[in-house]
């Protein structure tokens, strides 16, 4: 039996009225909505999800004001200017408004901001921290929202580590990304990818002298390791 359609339309979602169904009508099989700003901004798209978990209730209006007005309440003590409280903006917008290009990447995908940090950026810094020299703020996991629980401080590095199309490769019970298994051996990842795209196992590829080749390698190692791709 078919599951019964549950048309959001006319219904009001903080200042975001739903106009109609989109045309383009789903998103990632995800259904989409036209909807109407209380502000006066032209139509746009949001996923029901966003709507029915309160996610997304403006045009981004409502977070443009917030920051507005808490920038000029923190003026006088400086704390706008401070690179803790640039990251936390930053964060609101995307998972806010959906006119901010990166929206489609989190608050489009389903990704929100704690209802404690949304409306309070001292309460983000509070329990974030100050941030660290060179850090960036990342999510433990990449699927998870930004809170307390899933967030930390990590270097360019670390968080390069954690993309959702990462492939990690493991090796005697090791697991890393391609790219660190190279630097752990001090050969190129690409390189080492290049090995790899023509059938060399990871542990062949790690140890085989330059100019190496394949054939002379399995000839004095019949058996190759297993290398599973996480």
Excluded at 2 to 11: G, V, Y
């Amino acid at each position: 039996m078919a599951r019964k359609f549950n048309d959001l339309s006319s219904q009001v979602f903080g200042r975001l009225t739903v106009v109609r169904v989109s045309p383009n009508r789903y998103q990632n099989r995800r259904m989409l909505y036209v909807c109407l700003c209380s502000c006066g901004s032209p139509e746009f798209e949001v996923l029901a999800q966003s709507l029915r978990d309160g996610n997304t209730r403006s045009c981004g209006c409502l977070a443009l004001e917030a920051t507005v007005r808490m920038g000029k309440n923190r003026e006088k003590h400086g704390l706008c200017q401070t690179p803790e409280y640039k990251t936390w903006g930053r964060v609101v917008v995307r998972c806010t408004n959906p006119k901010s290009k990166d929206y489609p990447y989190y608050g489009g995908r389903g990704i929100k901001i704690c209802d404690e940090w949304r409306d309070d950026p001292e309460k983000f810094i509070e329990d974030m921290g100050q941030r660290p020299e060179g850090g960036t703020l990342d999510r433990i996991d990449v699927d998870g929202d930004y809170s307390s629980d899933n967030c930390r401080w990590a270097t360019r590095l670390e968080q390069s580590h954690n993309k959702r199309n990462n492939v990690w490769f493991t090796l005697r019970g090791e697991s890393k990304v391609l790219a660190e298994w190279a630097r752990s051996v001090g050969i190129s990842s690409g390189a080492l990818m290049q090995r790899m795209n023509t059938g060399w196992t990871l542990e062949e590829a790690l140890t085989a002298k330059p100019g190496a080749r394949l054939k002379q390698i399995r000839a004095t190692n019949q058996t190759a390791p297993e290398v599973v791709p996480e």
